[in-house]
């Protein structure tokens, strides 16, 4: 079962599901995005505490920083699911923009995913 992210029901009362596969795997790479480790009781390394790195001053240490912490992660997590092509990290005034670029193995699938973490409103896209 594909569970949706954030975690919620649908209209019958019953546990909400990804709109599909690609969107399961998208909301997977987010959770690895935006946790810290230690984060998480029973997973203490699980994430890449990229969240916390948009309140540092920007700067292309910061951005390289990123990068392979993000990449490391998702190489971590989603070895069977993912194959990561590239990661890109921007660094602005208190936000973070991080592109990756992956191929979903199963399907042989490349897509391309944004984040943005500190946007205005506090929201992640």
């Known amino acids: 079962m594909d569970l949706a992210f954030p975690y919620g029901f649908d209209g019958t009362g019953h546990t909400a599901q ?3 596969p690609a969107a ?3 909301d997977m790479i987010e ?3 935006f946790t810290a480790p230690g984060e998480r009781v029973n997973r ?3 994430g890449s505490g990229t969240a916390q790195l948009a309140f540092e001053p920007a700067s292309a240490v910061l951005a390289a920083a990123a990068q392979q912490a ?3 992660g998702l190489q971590q997590w989603l070895p069977d699911l993912i194959g990561v ?3 890109t990290v921007t660094a602005g005034e208190s936000t973070l923009s991080v592109t990756v670029s992956y191929t979903v193995l199963a399907a042989q699938q490349q897509l391309t995913q944004q984040f943005v973490y ?3 409103g506090g929201e992640t896209t």
Do not use: D, N, W
Request: proline share 10%; hydrophobic share 50%.
């Open 31 to 33: 959770q690895i995005l």
């Open 18 to 20: 990804a709109a599909s």
């Open 118 to 120: 500190g946007a205005p």
């Open 70 to 72: 993000i990449q490391a």
């Open 85 to 87: 092509q590239s990661v």
């Open 44 to 46: 203490p390394t699980f």
């Open 24 to 26: 399961h795997i998208a």
